[in-house]
């Protein structure tokens, strides 16, 4: 059974910085794209970072410049880098993954982590 666990959520006021990390467990064989989605209270979930397995990386127009998405293939790891947060970029994050796991690819998720900007 493949994994996701999120770690690094918080609470920070505005300006701070914090890094969000996503490791996988389990049976898998391959990994293409991971990801990272937000979603706050009453709206819908949102891509914020993406990373190829080639470390191609695309943003969120309202992230770019401040948030950096990277990724550890020998650990099966990504990461989200967060710098001068905004109290909009409060939401739930979760870590998503394109996962081969010996029988098919399958989209798997993370539990998600929650992270506040507030002073």
């Known amino acids: 059974q493949v994994q996701l666990v999120e770690s690094g959520g918080g609470l920070v006021q505005p300006g701070g910085s914090l890094r969000l990390s996503c490791a996988t467990s389990g049976r898998l064989f391959s990994i293409r794209a991971m990801g990272w989605y937000r979603q706050a209270p009453g709206k819908q979930r949102e891509l914020v970072a993406a990373?190829?397995?080639?470390?191609?990386?695309n943003y969120d127009d309202s992230v770019k410049g401040r948030f950096t998405i990277s990724r550890d293939n020998a650990k099966n790891t990504v990461y989200l880098q967060m710098n001068s947060l905004k109290p909009e970029d409060t939401a739930v994050y979760y870590c998503?993954?394109?996962?081969?796991?010996?029988?098919?690819?399958?989209?798997?998720w993370g539990q998600g982590t929650q992270v506040t900007v507030s002073s």
């Open positions: 998503n993954a394109d996962i081969y796991d010996g029988l098919t690819w399958k989209d798997y």
């Open positions: 990373i190829s397995s080639g470390g191609s990386t």
